[in-house]
């Protein structure tokens, strides 16, 4: 690894899940003094969303825990992203499969579960909360959060 470590987030949109999640490692890793080393985007599998910014429920539920996601715009994963991050994180077992079968030979191995990193065990899958209601939201950044903090240290430890 580059001695800047790079992670992006997948989900399939990246309106939802996937910004939540890259607003709130951001946050961690700021309040950790680790800004300039290490760094996070994210990305959707699907082109449902290219320029938009995070769906509105995401951005209210993560500004209420003081996360601001206001600045992201959603993109879809590229080519390139498997051999530019370091940490390829899908929200959701469909997404893993989809960055998987579009991952350049070489690379497969950065592509991993975000839950992977929790402390919570038992769960891999962060649910899609766009149809349901606010506790969806809730219930997202409460899963994010524990994985951010146990990549970020997991990140840590090889620095």
Request: aromatic share 8%; proline share 6%.
């Amino acid at each position: 690894m580059s001695t800047e470590i790079k992670v992006l987030f997948v989900c399939m949109g990246n309106i939802c899940r996937s910004p939540t999640a890259e607003a709130v490692f951001k946050h961690y890793v700021e309040q950790a003094g680790l800004a300039g080393r290490i760094v996070s985007d994210s990305a959707g599998t699907h082109d449902y969303h290219i320029g938009d910014p995070p769906d509105a429920r995401a951005q209210q539920a993560a500004l209420d825990r003081g996360y601001d996601m206001s600045r992201l715009r959603g993109r879809q994963v590229t080519a390139s992203d498997f051999a530019e991050f370091d940490y390829v994180l899908a929200m959701d077992e469909s997404n893993l499969h989809l960055l998987k079968a579009d991952c350049p030979p070489g690379h497969a191995h950065k592509i991993m579960f975000l839950m992977e990193y929790s402390d919570k065990p038992g769960r891999r899958n962060v649910p899609d909360p766009y149809y349901g209601g606010p506790q969806g939201f809730e219930q997202v950044l409460d899963m994010v959060e524990h994985a951010a903090q146990g990549l970020l240290r997991h990140i840590r430890e090889r620095l």
